[in-house]
């Protein structure tokens, strides 16, 4: 009889390998790495690793690209050794992904290690995040800012706030314990509702007087306790620009590391053109305007660079495409000219 059942889940099982994904059978494995802390250690000893320094991603310039290397754990024993640390360092890393052969990826912050002999002896720089996520691949953009939203938690979330007594991490890195209070800590993200507002012949955009000179962005804000997404689109837009949403529709998300680990919620929202008077609020706002179709179309176009005119003045120019504020523009566009 046991060697029927046996047999019988034999075959479950290897039908269950055939009907689940490469995507499925990725995911579970990553949990079984949140999970099990045994495994996810015996993991990092065949995994690869993306350095930062201070939150800072490790970039290498290859011609006029610029790459995220990943070290294997060899390279990172090496690197170790050579600033006389254990390799007991390594239990510092997070987990953020694993390829579809189940090879995991762990991201670790060397900020207490000399900078500029890691850059010497890994040939490449540390790069502000906000710089990297605009000049590295498309594809790395969204592992280097999770992986620093990660490492970013994890540095501000070594005491317990119940307690005041220190939390431990698992090996990846999905949560912190505080073992006093028996209190588990995860890590979270907070809702940024980004809307771009139209009256359907224009669109509004704005900036802020933190913001590069002579960028133009849709409006954005963080959702109040309580809202859901569409109170937040209708507050926001009343709050910024004095106008009242007549409709709206939710397009994408996106997560986005700055301030912190936020969701960027993307909509777009209508307003009324007879009653489109913008009354800009001057204490989050340094401009808000319309902008035509043929002014968006230009301003696609335009790189920061070559935004800045004889008189010292700015054209205006938008944020690059992995911006979620980039696709909704592109979106409009798109709407205009069907």
Known sequence: MAAIYQAVYRRASSLFCRLHSTYVRKMRYLNELKEDDSLCRQAQTSGTFYLFHNLSPFLQKVGKKYLVPQLSAAEMKRI???FKETE???EKSVLISCSDEHVPHFALDLGALQKSVIESELKGSFTDLRKALF?????DSPLLASAQSLLQWHDSHQYCSKTGQPTQKNVAGSKRVCHASGITYYP???PVVITLVSDRSRCLLARQPSFPQGMYTALSG??????????TVRREVAEEVGLEVESLWYTASQ????PSSCLMIACHALVRAQQAEISMNSLELEEARWFGLEEIIEGLKREPRS??????????WFPPQQ???????CEWVKQQTS
């Open 323 to 329: 911006a979620i504020a980039h696709q909704l523009i």
């Open 135 to 139: 000049i590295v691949d498309g594809k």
């Open 88 to 90: 007991q360092w390594i």
């Open 222 to 231: 963080f959702c109040d306790v309580g809202e859901n997404v569409e109170e």
């Open 255 to 258: 997560h986005w590391p700055f």
């Open 188 to 190: 979270q993200m907070s």
């Open 80 to 82: 170790l050794e050579k």
């Open 307 to 316: 935004s800045k005119q004889d008189d010292g003045s700015f054209l205006p």
